[in-house]
């Protein structure tokens, strides 16, 4: 079983950047997409963005443009670079498997100050 670790968040002012990385204990590349979500408080958890094992993304709309999703099958570990955050982008990130409704982790988390 393929155990997934978020890393990388923090707190940073609007308009800065953080680079997220999911590392796995396992292979991803079975895996067709990969995603990263997010759940701010007293919000449903959203997808973000997804990647495929080829390299083909998806973005939501609320981040098209200003997040970057990759990853690299060699390493096994998918990243997210956001850039021009917000504090509408505060929200615990978390990465797993498209689409799924398995264990979820315990995330990192991103605070946007203005």
């Known amino acids: 079983q393929v155990q997934l670790v978020e890393s990388g968040g923090g707190l940073v002012q609007a308009g800065g950047s953080l680079r997220l990385s999911c590392a796995a204990s396992g292979t991803i590349f079975k895996f067709n997409y990969m995603g990263w979500y997010r759940q701010a408080p007293g919000k449903q958890r959203e997808l973000v963005a997804r990647?495929?094992?080829?390299?083909?993304?998806d973005y939501a709309d609320s981040v098209k443009g200003r997040f970057t999703i990759s990853r690299d099958n060699a390493k096994n570990t998918v990243y997210l670079q956001m850039n021009s955050l917000t504090p509408q982008d505060t929200a615990v990130y978390y990465c797993n498997p498209w689409p799924w409704g398995g264990y979820w982790g315990q995330g990192t988390q991103v605070t946007v100050s203005t």
């Open positions: 990647i495929t094992s080829g390299g083909s993304t």
